[in-house]
């Protein structure tokens, strides 16, 4: 055991003590036990990883990994730690990474990526549903990432992290998603402030061509409702039906997209921004849909 175990496990019974908080985003188990060996060989380069205390809220892996969903704990470390290890058998939780918001984060694992953890809960994205299957989850520290911003420390590990995980597992931008993308009008996490811009600038997930959004502001179009879902469906966003479904889809569209103003409108330049994430990762896709429906 290094200095850092040592060091965090004799917090640990202090932290339990103090977990006041429940964490927002992890709305819901008994461990497999963890074994590292079992798992695809993780090659973390440059990463402060420590092995943190199992995690209840797991079950046998039985889908390839695609995808990659991110968090906010809503909690401080003490009380994030204590509920993400989904003691409370009614309500099942866990996650494989938490990253810390010390002055010099820490990762903690909790559950090894050979098992998927649960950390999506009901969920749906693209052709895809319940992703806890299909997904490596991240847990960051933050008490409301839609009001406290992340650190660029937070944001460099995260980086480090995330783009080892879709390296080793050939994870497509448009698939690195917040909690709130796959969990529409249900989560708001990562928050509004999580570093999306820069950490698609290094290559993590999607981000829209700046020219292409220019372009598309440069000629507004305004697009009927259907045609607006069909985009955000297309995209990879499950929303319920009507206009209320629609409002809360664009919502979750712009708090990732276009956190400025998140008011569920379709205004011209959250369309021009939609318009050219489909474009760049989707275009085969709304092809596809278009076809489907003239037929
Ligand atoms: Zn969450």
């Given amino acids: 055991m290094n200095q850092l175990n040592r060091s965090y496990y004799g917090h640990l019974n202090v932290w339990v003590f103090l977990a006041l908080f429940l964490t927002g985003c992890a709305t819901a188990p008994k461990p497999a036990a963890i074994n590292p060996a079992a798992s695809k060989t993780p090659v973390y380069t440059g990463l402060n990883i420590i092995q943190g205390p199992t995690s209840q809220g797991a079950e046998?892996?039985?889908?390839?990994?695609?995808?990659?969903?991110?968090?906010?704990?809503?909690?401080?470390?003490?009380?994030?730690l204590d509920i993400l290890q989904g003691k409370d058998?009614?309500?099942?939780?866990?996650?494989?990474?938490?990253?810390?918001?010390?002055?010099?984060?820490r990762?903690?694992?909790?559950?090894?990526?050979?098992?998927?953890?649960?950390?999506?809960?009901?969920?749906?994205?693209?052709?895809?549903?319940?992703?806890?299957?299909?997904?490596?989850?991240?847990?960051?520290?933050?008490?409301?990432?839609?009001?406290?911003?992340?650190?660029?420390?937070?944001a460099d590990m995260l980086f480090t992290l995330?783009?080892?995980?879709?390296?080793?597992?050939?994870?497509?931008?448009?698939?690195?998603?917040?909690?709130?993308?796959?969990a529409v009008g249900r989560k708001v996490d990562p928050g509004s402030l999580f570093p999306w811009p820069k950490l698609?600038?290094?290559?993590?997930?999607?981000?829209?061509?700046?020219?292409?959004?220019?372009?598309?502001?440069?000629?507004?179009?305004?697009?009927?409702?259907a045609e607006i879902r069909q985009l955000l469906t297309v995209y990879g966003y499950h929303l319920e039906a009507g206009d209320a479904g629609l409002k809360l889809g664009l919502e979750a569209f712009q708090r990732h997209f276009r956190p400025s103003r998140i008011d569920g409108l379709a205004d011209p330049e959250s369309l021009a921004i939609l318009q050219a994430l489909v474009r760049r990762y989707r275009s085969e896709d709304l092809r596809k849909a278009r076809l489907q429906r003239k037929v």
């Fill in 60 to 80: 046998p892996r039985k889908d390839k990994i695609t995808h990659l969903v991110l968090h906010y704990t809503a909690g401080t470390l003490p009380s994030s």
């Fill in 89 to 105: 058998r009614a309500h099942k939780v866990g996650v494989h990474y938490v990253l810390t918001d010390e002055p010099n984060p």
């Fill in 107 to 154: 990762i903690i694992r909790m559950v090894p990526e050979s098992l998927a953890a649960f950390h999506a809960g009901k969920s749906g994205w693209a052709d895809t549903t319940s992703l806890n299957q299909r997904s490596i989850g991240i847990e960051i520290i933050n008490l409301d990432g839609n009001v406290h911003s992340y650190s660029a420390a937070q």
């Fill in 162 to 182: 995330c783009s080892d995980i879709i390296r080793r597992y050939g994870i497509r931008p448009e698939n690195v998603v917040g909690h709130s993308d796959i």
């Fill in 200 to 225: 698609a600038s290094l290559g993590v997930g999607a981000w829209p061509l700046p020219e292409e959004v220019k372009a598309n502001l440069a000629k507004p179009r305004t697009l009927p409702p």
